[in-house]
């Protein structure tokens, strides 16, 4: 990490939805298994207790909210990327 | 690229999302970085930014009056943290399209600003 990237061309837009109950099933299957779940207007607020984590979802996004903890925050990526398509 | 009644066209990703009747998913990620820092968060602030510039060749890095570093797409800012006037909070956040850029920094950022700065 001592170079910063190269300015790359940009990354595919996603698209799609993330689906609460699956994703949760996900989750739990990765040993995340404290989930608050709080309904919101457009989706849905998931706390993750044990790792102070907060998961934003919305039908036409998703926000992770976390400390700097990167191999959680690339593991969340991951996971939510799993119920999206790329193009 | 998209091919349409027989005939191809060049437009934005954006505009061929919104032609193939898809909705585009915006996945953003904020992190939050602790920094020992026992100057004002304004100090703090340009020395994040200076200490930017530096290491960040070729980028463009903006120092906006609304007490945000921006470097390209990604947002920085400063808050103190309310047990400690020592500790600063850093939020980092950025959306996927940035997603390499992002992780380098909140990597560079943890490891705490040069002292000299």
């Not at chain 1, 990490?1 to 940009?10: G, H, R, S, W, Y």
């Not at chain 2, 505009?15 to 026992?38: I, M």
């Not at chain 2, 909070?89 to 950022?109: H, N």
Request: hydrophobic fraction near 35%.
């Amino acid at each position: 990490v001592e170079e910063p990237p190269e300015l790359l061309a940009p990354k595919p837009l996603l698209s799609g939805a993330v689906p609460l109950e699956p994703f949760l099933a996900t989750l739990n299957k990765h040993g995340i298994t404290e989930v608050k779940v709080e309904d919101t207007a457009d989706g849905h607020i998931l706390h993750l207790q044990a790792e102070d984590t907060l998961i934003q979802l919305d039908e036409d996004g998703t926000h992770i909210v976390c400390d700097n903890n990167e191999p959680l925050r690339a593991t969340l990526r991951d996971l939510v990327l799993r119920f999206l398509q790329k193009l | 690229l998209i091919m349409k009644d027989n005939s191809l066209r060049l437009v934005s990703p954006e505009q061929a999302l919104k032609e193939l009747g898809l909705n585009e998913h915006q996945l953003r990620f904020t992190c939050r970085v602790q920094l020992q820092d026992p100057h004002s968060d304004t100090d703090t602030l340009s020395r994040v930014y200076t200490h930017l510039k530096s290491v960040l060749k070729g980028y463009t890095i903006q120092h906006l009056p609304d007490g945000t570093v921006m470097v390209e797409s990604i947002v920085v800012k400063v808050t103190a943290s309310s047990e400690d006037p020592n500790t600063k909070v850093l939020l980092l956040s950025w959306s996927y399209q940035d997603e390499e850029l992002g992780s380098f920094l909140s990597t560079l950022l943890r490891k705490g600003l040069p002292t000299g700065l």
